[in-house]
Nanobody, 124 residues
Framework: QVQLVESGGGSVQAGGSLRLSCAVSRYTTCMAWFRQAPGKEREGVATIYTPGRTTSYVDSVKGRFTISQDNAKNTMSLQMDSLKPEDTAMYYC????????????????????WGQGTQVTVSS
């Protein structure tokens, strides 16, 4: 089991920036940020394959969001720039500890460990 604690959410005007952080208690294979807006399904936003630092993003955030990891601090971050009102959601950090099977990637992986979530609100 891995413990995840998010921080860094808040309110910002459109065009602004926020940085989310996720403190991780142990080594993981994949880490990801998901988000869920009221009345909508949960959506994968960004993933990182921690051994090789390979990243992936949902199309709607490409070029605006950057996922990264700091192994020395055991943290994973999501830098969010040029925020839009449609980015408003509860953001969750997720992790997968077990290795990937053939054909799997962090982008299509199941995640079994979740943080408590942090709210991001973008006003127009």
């Amino acid at each position: 089991q891995v413990q995840l604690v998010e921080s860094g959410g808040g309110s910002v005007q459109a065009g602004g920036s926020l940085r989310l952080s996720c403190a991780v208690s142990r080594y993981t294979t994949c880490m990801a940020w998901f988000r869920q807006a009221p009345g909508k399904e949960r959506e994968g936003v960004a993933t990182i394959y921690t051994p090789g630092r390979t990243t992936s993003y949902v199309d709607s955030v490409k070029g605006r969001f950057t996922i990264s990891q700091d192994n020395a601090k055991n943290t994973m971050s999501l830098q969010m720039d040029s925020l839009k009102p449609e980015d408003t959601a509860m953001y969750y950090c997720a992790a997968r500890v077990s290795g990937l099977r053939s054909g799997e990637s962090c982008a299509n992986s199941n995640y079994f460990s979740w943080g408590q979530g942090t709210q991001v609100t973008v006003s127009s």
